[in-house]
T-cell receptor
Framework: GAVVSQHPSWVICKSGTSVKIECRSL??????MFWYRQFPKQSLMLMAT?????????EQGVEKDKFLINHASLTLSTLTVTSAHPEDSSFYIC?????????????FGPGTRLTVL | KQEVTQIPAALSVPEGENLVLNCSFT??????LQWFRQDPGKGLTSLLL?????REQTSGRLNASLDKSSGRSTLYIAASQPGDSATYLC??????????FGEGTQLTVNP
């Protein structure tokens, strides 16, 4: 199946710093990438949807100025958490799909654990 | 707005039992339904994907069914093993490739 990677797998940062998380589709061209966050013992919540070359569409309640998403190529999307605070500590997971897929299936990355001190 | 509910929230069974996990969704206009497995601190592993036109999918000891009209899906696990212990997530895909997840069922299979 299609492979999606994330980097880093975990990161610890100080409050007020910015953190960039990369999501790559390794063996296919992802026309659409999705970013989710997951708090402990909770399910995944969609943060935003990004299409290559266009601005991301954010879900209600997600601050676009705080969570900057860039989908500059068909294999890479980045999520930057700006001025991170402890409440941003979470598990961030990306997924990718391509328009030619028969099922529009999303393929998920392994996630990035962010801890803000 | 699509809502996905999973029952039970947690389940503990002895090894060897057959078990059923339930998923229900409020909007039957879905493209597909997918079952995932998530181990603690890890990402998602896709188990089965059922297209809206399909009734069930099978993979090894797993069987997932879909009744779109009633908004229900079940994941059947046969002859459970301790290695099956994980959280199982159900997700439905609607317009724009949007996935809506349930809260998950935390399964523990005791040796």
């Amino acid at each position: 199946g299609a492979v999606v990677s994330q980097h880093p797998s975990w990161v610890i940062c100080k409050s007020g710093t910015s953190v960039k998380i990369e999501c790559r589709s390794l063996d296919f061209q992802a026309t659409t990438m999705f970013w989710y966050r997951q708090f402990p013992k909770q399910s995944l919540m969609l943060m935003a949807t990004s299409n290559e070359g266009s601005k991301a569409t954010y879900e209600q309640g997600v601050e676009k100025d705080k969570f900057l998403i860039n989908h500059a190529s068909l294999t890479l999307s980045t999520l930057t958490v700006t001025s991170a605070h402890p409440e941003d500590s979470s598990f961030y997971i990306c997924s990718a799909s391509w328009a030619g897929g028969a099922s529009n299936e999303q393929f998920f990355g392994p996630g990035t654990r962010l801890t803000v001190l | 707005k699509q809502e996905v509910t999973q029952i039970p929230a947690a389940l503990s069974v002895p090894e060897g039992e057959n078990l059923v996990l339930n998923c229900s969704f409020t909007d039957s206009a879905i493209y597909n339904l997918q079952w995932f497995r998530q181990d603690p601190g890890k990402g998602l592993t896709s188990l089965l994907l059922i297209q809206s036109s399909q009734r069930e999918q099978t993979s090894g000891r797993l069987n997932a069914s879909l009744d779109k009209s009633s908004g229900r899906s079940t994941l059947y696990i046969a002859a459970s093993q301790p290695g099956d212990s994980a959280t199982y997530l159900c997700a439905v895909q609607t317009s724009g490739s949007r996935l809506t997840f349930g809260e998950g069922t935390q399964l523990t299979v005791n040796p």
